[in-house]
């Protein structure tokens, strides 16, 4: 995790070097199956409980994967907070067989 931390803190930098990034926003995660014992529901229903919303989507052909994107609700977009929700969301979706597959982020 402290490489997928650092990786973060410098596309968070990179971002903000390139553009203003908001004060408050809405950050997507997206996370593909890591193995055969994945279970979309479970996930589902593991984030929902935390106050996350949730989306899957399907892989559209056979060099595509399928997606699940974990939404936060609105929260401050900095790095450490951004962090503090990847984490969380990391930790709960390995725990479902899932793996992290990146971020984006919306301002409001």
């Known amino acids: 995790m402290k490489d997928q931390k ?4 410098q596309i968070f930098a990179e971002i903000a070097k ?3 990034v908001p004060a408050e926003g809405v950050v997507a995660f997206q996370f ?3 193995d ?4 979309w529901d479970d ?3 593991a984030a929902e409980a935390l106050g996350y919303g949730v989306e899957f989507y399907e892989a559209q ?3 595509d994967e399928a997606v699940a994107e974990i939404t936060t609700p609105v ?4 790095a450490e907070t951004l962090w503090a929700h990847e ?3 990391t930790l709960l979706a390995s725990i479902h067989g899932f793996a992290p597959d990146g971020w984006a982020f919306s301002g409001r």
Do not use: C, H, P, R
């Open 6 to 9: 650092a990786e973060t803190f």
């Open 87 to 89: 984490e969380k969301l």
């Open 36 to 39: 055969d014992g994945a279970n």
């Open 75 to 78: 929260i401050t977009l900095d």
């Open 32 to 34: 593909v199956m890591d």
């Open 61 to 63: 052909d056979d060099e």
């Open 18 to 20: 390139m553009d203003a």
């Open 43 to 45: 996930l589902s229903d």
